[in-house]
């Protein structure tokens, strides 16, 4: 469907419309029926709402309510996750493959990256794996090409593949770390925007981006300049990048996650169990997240259910931002 031309309902897929007959189209006619348009494309379909309480009347109560288990959320829909391979990146790619849509996984650790696609595939999901250095622009630009001829069209993409930094003060910090942060937390995400604004336009149906940045983006920390540094920089490129893709369509928001229990940090929890422990219950919901936390809100970010939302940089943390 093209954008902007009409309808399309999703959650409501098994529901035969026809065999209802014209009494029932009355009846959702009457009732409170809510219909997003189908504007500029971030949705590809559209969706319809309706209060089952006064559809419950005139035989159709068997008009089943959105069914979880089988509408997906993104069904169809075609798109990457950049640092797929473990962590949060790889909780993205399962949960995208959980609501239907077909996921690209890129990474530099191959071997995680083939067993994060595997999981996928076992769960009854689409995925394909493709080695990316998302420091590289050529193999960026070859990743946005490699979903096309995957899937045919990109219609989200998923900037996540990043680190940390060691913790040094700014003054002891070397150039040559601080310039490897800076690539690979910063300059990556101008590739992968470039690379796949220039293919959502092309497309001429909208889209949806998410790029990782960090609630170190979002206020100072010690010893994170170059990482902060990098991640106030998403944010900033999330910015521009929503304003100038608006009027196509095409939403980009910042995802800023808090604590979240990966590798990485299981690391240093291990190191430094005390500090970490006081860390950790500093934060106003009083844990560190999980990585399936930051996915169902980015998976939120790329679908139609946030449809007005755009350049926004949402802290996934427990609260902890608001506590700093
Ligand atoms: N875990 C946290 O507490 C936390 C907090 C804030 C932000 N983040 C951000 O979330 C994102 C994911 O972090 P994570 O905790 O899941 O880390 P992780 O180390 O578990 O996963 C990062 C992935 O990125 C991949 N990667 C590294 N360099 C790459 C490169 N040059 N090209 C392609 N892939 C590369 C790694 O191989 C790995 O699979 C990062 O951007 C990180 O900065 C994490």
């Not at 003060?169 to 220039?198: G, Q």
């Not at 990966?262 to 929890?269: P, V």
Request: net charge neutral.
């Amino acid at each position: 469907m093209r954008p902007g031309t009409g309808l399309a309902v999703v959650g409501f897929r098994d529901f035969d419309v026809e065999a209802g007959g014209s009494s029932v189209l009355r009846t959702i006619r009457r009732s409170r029926i809510s219909v997003e348009r189908n504007r500029l494309g971030d949705s590809k379909h559209g969706h319809l709402s309706f209060s089952g309480h006064e559809l419950s009347r005139d035989g159709i109560r068997a008009w089943p309510r959105r069914k979880e288990e089988e509408v997906g959320l993104l069904d169809g829909r075609s798109g990457l996750v950049t640092g797929g391979a473990n962590g949060i990146g790889r909780a993205m790619a399962e949960s995208l493959a959980r609501e239907g849509a077909n996921v690209l996984v890129s990474d530099i650790d191959d071997d995680a990256g083939v067993e994060t696609v595997q999981r996928i595939r076992s769960a009854g999901g689409t995925a394909e794996y493709l080695h990316t250095d998302v420091t590289d622009q050529d193999a960026v630009f070859a990743m946005v090409q490699a979903v096309v001829e995957a899937f045919g069209s990109l219609d989200f993409a998923m900037n996540n593949a990043g680190g940390g930094s060691a913790g040094r003060p700014l003054h002891r910090d070397t150039k040559e770390n601080f310039e490897h942060t800076i690539r690979l937390d910063y300059m990556s995400v101008f590739y992968c925007l470039k690379a796949e604004i220039i293919q959502m336009r092309k497309q001429n149906a909208g889209g949806a981006i998410v790029n990782t940045a960090s609630t170190a983006g979002l206020s100072g920390l010690a010893g994170l300049a170059a990482y902060g540094g990098a991640k106030w920089g998403v944010i900033g490129l999330t910015q521009s990048a929503a304003v100038e893709n608006g009027r196509f369509g095409i939403r980009v928001n910042a995802l800023c996650p808090g604590s979240t229990e990966t590798e990485a940090i299981r690391g240093i929890a291990e190191m430094d169990p005390a500090g970490y422990q006081a860390r950790t219950s500093a934060i106003p919901l009083g844990r560190a997240g999980r990585p399936e936390e930051q996915a169902d809100a980015a998976v939120w970010l790329v679908s139609p259910r946030s449809s007005y939302v755009t350049g926004v940089a949402l802290p996934v943390d427990g609260g902890s931002i608001i506590r700093r």
